[in-house]
């Protein structure tokens, strides 16, 4: 399974922004799918999750109100649509795929995709 990250950038303080993760390869709705973001010098931290079978989603507190993950199952592409970003946003966001219902930890990950990088300015 390969995993390809896109629409990271640069964004203004309280501007928005939607990424993107395409799957490829051996496809299939028994995975769920996460965000997870890295700072610089920072451990990789939980960001979103989606089931592709039932659609449960879960969020960290730090991007309840302001993420949302979503699913294009034909498309094999799941999203995290982040909205009233800040500054503490600023990190490589990466995308992973897993198995559970909604897995928030690391080792629950397989799959890796490079990241994408989101820059959000003051």
């Known amino acids: 399974l390969q995993l390809v990250e896109s629409g990271g950038g640069l964004a203004q303080d309280g501007g928005s922004l939607r990424l993107s993760c395409a799957a490829s390869?051996?496809?299939?709705?028994?995975?769920?799918m996460g965000w997870f973001r890295q700072a610089p010098g920072k451990e990789r931290l939980f960001v979103a999750a989606?089931?592709?079978?039932?659609?449960?989603?879960a969020i960290a507190d730090s991007a309840k109100g302001r993420f949302s993950i979503s699913r294009d199952s034909a498309k094999n592409t799941v999203y995290l649509r982040m909205n009233s970003l800040n500054p503490e946003d600023t990190a490589v966001y990466y995308c992973a795929a897993g198995y559970g219902v909604v897995p928030t930890k690391v080792h629950e990950y397989v799959y890796w995709g490079q990241g994408t990088q989101v820059t959000v300015s003051s």
């Open positions: 989606i089931n592709l079978s039932s659609g449960t989603t």
């Open positions: 390869g051996r496809t299939t709705s028994t995975y769920a």
